[in-house]
Structures are given as C-alpha cells and as structure tokens.
C-alpha cells in the first residue's frame, strides 16, 4: 500500500476517533487550564513549522527558491488582511513568475 | 432567521477554500479518489493540509497521520463543548461529531439562546460539508488538467494556505516567539531527520511552553 493510502485511512480513522471521543467525555475535562493552554499552543507550532518545512526545504535539504516568492506574497497579503482565495491565489501567481524567471 | 443566513455565507466562503486543498493535495501526488475521501472523511481543513503537506514533504505516513491527528484534538475539545448543547444519541451522534469543526463551533457558541446554537451548529456543520467537499473536487480536477505544479505556483500554496491560517494565531509577544522558536527548531532537525519528523517534534514546545505558564 502506498504511503498516500496509508496516510488517508490513518488520518480520517483519527480524525473522526477524536470527535466522536470529544462528544462522548464529561464537560469537567475541558475545565483544566493545562490543557486549554497546550491545546491553543498546539496549532500554532504545527502550523508554523508546516510553512517552514513547505516553503523552504526538500526532502532533508534547505532549498530556497521561487517558493519564497509565493510567500512573500501571502506575507504582504495577510499584512493587509486581504481574504483566504486572494493570499492563496496571490501565493501561486508570485511563486510562477519566480519559478519563469529563475528557469 | 440571522442565524440561518450566516451559516450559510459561512459555509459558502469556507467551503471555497475547498478550490486549494483540492488543487494542492492533487499537486502532492495524491489521486482524486484519496483528496476527495480526506475532505469526506478527515472533514477538518488544517489536518488534511497536514497530510498533504507533510507527504509532499517527503515524510513518511506515520509522520502525516501524527501530524495531522495532533492537529485534530481541538475538534475533540469542540465536542466536549457541543455535545452537552446537542444532546443527540446514536447515529445522530456519529454525525455531529463528523461536523464538529471550527465553523459549526464557532457559529453556535456566538448565539445566545440554545435554540440557535443548535441550528447555528446543523446549518453551519452541514453547510460546510456540502461545499467543502464539491469545491475540493473542482480543485483536484482543475490542478491535475495543468500540467507542471511549480510552473503554476502551485507549491506555494501549499505554506501560502498554513500561513493564512496560523496568522490570525499569532496575537501577542508570546505566541509569535513560540512561533518563532517552531520555525528554528524545525529548520534545525531538517539536515539531521526524516522528513516529517521536524514538523511533529515542535509539538513538545507546545507541551512545554503550555505545561509551565
């Protein structure tokens, strides 16, 4: 089985597991402010460390290239708050006219 | 009647972004078949970008998956809210917990009586769903009739699509030095690990940083 597959079935398994076992716990769990602290921190590191390891590496190299333009971009978009489509599609039109240039 | 209609523009304009997980996972060599079950199934944004992103990456699926279902405890959290509003039992159940996301959350804890918390939570739930997953198939057909990925910009959508969603995160001095400290440590491991391992490893800031303050 492919690593595409098995990455498929294993993330929806969890995905829904994890749901379904928040429906079914009491309400005093989400009580402990421990947990609420790792949990708004969790995100955030995962997320950050997702657009360094997509923007700037491939494979276990250090590569920067004519992604960073595309993120650039997305940076100066969200500075002015522009919505989800624009920083996406602004990413992508940044990141091909690098991509034109450097080939 | 309010509550109705902001489900839906809700549901429209976050199921839109369905366009680029559809578009990406299909640019990280995932088939039509396997996008199109990660939004029916995974039904969680940030996770299923996880996957993509962390295979596309080159990590193996033991990475993604750990990933990805880190990414997913907050909708259990989210659940332990709802389900006390919802009190629904059975199949019903199994359904609300597949819907319990950001937005279906979000709506129903900004209503003020239980009766449009819980359509606020259906309509969004439901909503989302729907146009999620149509808009992730649009995106998957469109990228895959283009040919070279990177000729269209399209591997930077990818931390284009992470970043748009960690920026509203980062709201004071301690969450972006958290995140800084996330970019160092996964650039640190990159040369010396496999590829996926730097994204999961930064969790134990977040376990650190949060157990202590």
């Not at chain 1, 098995?6 to 928040?22: D, E, M, Q």
């Not at chain 1, 309400?27 to 995962?46: F, M, Q, S, T």
């Not at chain 2, 993604?64 to 909708?75: C, D, F, K, Q, Y």
């Not at chain 2, 992470?162 to 800084?180: E, G, N």
């Amino acid at each position: 089985m492919s690593t595409q597959w098995i990455a498929v079935i294993g993330t929806c398994a969890f995905a829904f597991i994890l749901k379904f076992v928040g429906h079914s716990l009491p309400e005093k769990w989400l009580a402990h402010p421990r947990i609420g602290r790792i949990n708004a921190l969790i995100p955030i590191v995962l997320l950050t460390a997702l657009v360094t390891i997509n923007s700037v590496t491939v494979k276990t190299k250090i590569v920067i290239d004519h992604r960073m333009a595309g993120l650039g971009v997305a940076i100066i978009a969200l500075y002015f708050k522009l919505p989800f489509p624009v920083i996406v599609l602004g990413a992508a039109v940044g990141s091909a006219i690098a991509y034109h240039f450097s080939h | 009647m309010s509550v109705k209609r902001d489900s839906f523009s809700l549901s429209f304009a976050v199921g839109a972004y369905g366009t680029a997980f559809g578009a990406a996972s299909a640019t990280a060599h995932f088939s039509i078949l396997q996008t199109c079950l990660l939004s029916l199934l995974t039904f969680s944004g940030a996770s299923q970008f996880a996957v993509i992103g962390v295979v596309g990456a080159g990590g193996s699926a033991l990475s993604a998956i750990a990933t990805a279902s880190l990414l997913g405890t907050r909708n259990a959290l989210y659940g332990i809210r709802m389900a006390p509003i919802l009190k629904v039992k059975g199949f019903k159940r199994i359904v609300a917990a597949q819907l319990t996301i950001d937005e279906s959350t979000a709506i129903a804890t900004a209503q003020d009586n239980e009766k449009d918390q819980i359509t606020g939570f259906w309509h969004t739930g439901f909503g989302v769903f729907i146009f999620w997953n149509i808009f992730t198939l649009l995106g998957a057909l469109g990228a895959q009739a283009i040919g070279n990925p990177s000729a269209w910009g399209l591997d930077a959508a990818v931390p284009a699509a992470f970043i748009a969603l960690v920026w509203p995160r980062l709201v004071d001095k301690k969450t972006r030095l958290i995140a800084v400290g996330a970019i160092a440590l996964s650039l640190v491991l990159v040369p010396f690990t496999p590829a996926g391992l730097p994204i999961i490893t930064t969790s134990l800031l977040a376990i650190v940083v949060g157990w202590r303050a």
